[in-house]
């Protein structure tokens, strides 16, 4: 005759049975959790300024080569107008009194600096015929690298 046991008696039997069993696999403990995120951060405060700089670096260069293309249009406006652009406005909408104008040079867009402000034009100019320039990414005289004034004369 079998003997039937309850399922108390069967929970006091399994914890008996698996009481000196370690579980190996109960995850990961504190320490190592902390480990891998110091070891992250460290990884993060490197990589991440040289995205930042990087992105910086693409707006100095994008702005060299805008104020190229805008020099170029200046020196098309001139020599289909007969005359220098009074302001880079006229690269985009005709000027009065203008017959010649066979625009617009370049996009509406193109008169912002990659800072989102408009690039500084002069006629005449003090370096060069004209002078187009940018004051970088501070907008402010002087600075360096990606704060350094960004021109069609440097």
């Known amino acids: 005759m079998t003997m039937m046991t309850s399922p108390t008696m069967r929970h006091r039997h399994m914890d008996r049975a698996f009481r000196g069993v370690r579980a190996t696999s109960g995850g990961f403990s504190l320490i190592e959790l902390l480990v891998v995120l110091v070891i992250l951060g460290m990884i993060a405060g490197l990589v991440v300024p040289n995205i930042m700089q990087r992105g910086e670096d693409a707006r100095v260069r994008a702005a060299q080569t805008e104020i190229q293309r805008l020099s170029m249009a200046v020196d098309e406006f001139y020599l ?7 302001s880079l406005r006229e690269l985009v909408e005709r000027p009065s009194g203008v017959s010649n104008w ?3 040079y370049v996009n509406d867009s193109n008169l912002n600096d990659p800072w989102g402000r408009p690039y500084s034009y002069r006629y005449p100019g ?3 015929s004209f002078d187009i320039h940018s004051e970088g990414a501070d907008g402010a005289p002087g600075g360096e690298g990606p704060n350094a004034r960004i021109s069609n004369w440097e």
């Open 80 to 86: 289909d107008a007969g005359r220098a652009p009074n």
């Open 102 to 104: 066979n625009g617009p």
């Open 126 to 128: 003090q370096n060069r």
